[in-house]
């Protein structure tokens, strides 16, 4: 069991900069390929970035890339979402995520292992 918790949401205004943090308790952090999706109301979850076991690799949808930066801290069981030049389409509730997939390129909540209860992200144009 992981549990996973997440802070750093709120409201920016458009071009603005938020920084999200997922703190895991539980089994061996290190297991887990780290995620973050997102739910915007009245839309599906959706995949955002993940980072691999080790942080060496990293992989993002394509309307973040080059905004967002997702980063891991082993030793201090966290993991990090730096969001830059925020739009009011990435207005949704962030989730922290887990899984335990071989590859990083896992972009369906339905393979999600564990997550977080969510934190809200409002960018205001």
């Known amino acids: 069991q992981v549990a996973l918790v997440e802070s750093g949401g709120g409201l920016v205004q458009a071009g603005g900069s938020l920084r999200l943090s997922c703190a895991a308790s539980?089994?061996?952090?290190?297991?887990?390929?780290m995620g973050w999706f997102r739910q915007a109301p009245g839309k599906e979850r959706e995949f955002v970035a993940a980072i691999s076991r080790s942080g060496g690799s990293t992989y993002y949808t394509d309307s973040v890339k080059g905004r967002f930066t997702i980063s891991r801290d082993n030793a201090k069981n966290t993991v990090d979402l730096q969001m830059n030049s925020l739009k009011p389409e990435d207005t949704a509730v962030y989730y922290c995520a887990a899984h335990t997939r071989a590859s990083i390129l896992v972009v369906s909540p339905s393979s999600i292992d564990y997550w977080g209860q969510g934190t809200q992200v409002t960018v205001s144009s």
């Open positions: 539980g089994r061996t952090f290190s297991w887990y390929v």
